[in-house]
C-alpha cells in the first residue's frame, strides 16, 4: 500500500522510553502515548526513574512514529482520543516534540502534552501552537515541598502555568497526593488557590500515591525513600478533593 502520509521535519530524531499504542489514562479518549527519555526533576514517588537519563533511551525518527501513529487513527476518532507526549519530560526535547504534533494537527489528531512545566517558557511557546490539551502536574504550591520531591524550583512551573491560562490553552491540573509529604492543607489549599482563578483549567486529577515503580527504583540501584510512605486513605483523598471543590474546580 502507497503511504499517503507526508511527514514535515520526517527526519528529526528524538530520544523515547516507550510508546503505549492504546492509552486511557494521558487524556481523552484512546490514545497514542510516547514517553520521552530525559528529566531535569527527580521525583522521590517517580513511577519512570528509568526515564531519567538520554543516554538509556532509543532514537527514533518523527517518520517512524507518524507513520505508527496513523494506524490508529479510527480508535482516536472513535473514542474521541489522539496522541499524548509524556515522559521523562518532554520538553527537553523541543524540536522533537514539536515535530510530531505539528504533523498530526496536519492530520487532524488531537494532541497533549504531559510536563511538569520545568521549563523555560520561551522554549515552550512554539510546541503550545500544536498542542491541543495540557496535562500540567503541579507537585506541590509550597516551594519547599516541591524541591524536597522534586530537587528543583517551583517558580518556573507557575510561570507556564500563567502563560497557559494566559493563551487560555485548555489544561488539566495534576496533582499526586502523598501522605506526609504533599498534603498539609496550606499546601492543597495554595494550589487550589492559585489555579481557581484560571478560565483554561477543565478540571483536576488528584492522583493517589502508589509504589507501583518502587521495583524499578531498586533494579537500577536507587534510594527510594518513600518506602514506608502509604496511599492516602479514602477520607484523605475526599479532604484534598473537596478543598479544590470549595474554589469551583471540577475534581476527578
Ligand atoms: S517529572 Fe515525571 S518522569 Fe520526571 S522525575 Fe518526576 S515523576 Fe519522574
Known sequence: MTNTLS???????????????????DGPGIR?????????????????????????????TVDELITEIDKYRAYFESSGG????????????????????????????HT???????????????????????LLDIKSFDPNIYHKLTSVSLEPTLIFARYLAQINKPTWIRFVLVPNLTDPENNVRGLAQFIAPFKNIEKVEILPFHKMGEYKWEQLGYDYQLKDTQPPSPQLMNQVINIFKSYGLKVQ
Open 7 to 25: 511527514i514535515n521535519n520526517s527526519s528529526q530524531t528524538g530520544i523515547i522510553h516507550s510508546v503505549e499504542s492504546c492509552g486511557t489514562v
Open 32 to 60: 497514542f502515548v510516547i514517553f520521552t527519555q530525559g528529566c531535569p526533576l527527580r521525583c522521590l514517588y517517580c513511577h519512570n526513574p528509568d526515564c531519567r537519563h538520554f543516554e538509556d533511551g532509543k532514537i527514533v
Open 82 to 109: 489522539g496522541v499524548t507526549i509524556t515522559g521523562g519530560e518532554p520538553l527537553m526535547q523541543p524540536d522533537f516534540v514539536k515535530a510530531i504534533f505539528q504533523n498530526c494537527k496536519k492530520i487532524n489528531i
Open 112 to 134: 497533549t502534552l504531559d510536563t511538569s512545566g520545568y521549563v523555560n517558557l520561551n522554549i515552550a511557546k512554539p510546541i503550545l501552537e500544536y498542542t491541543d490539551l495540557v
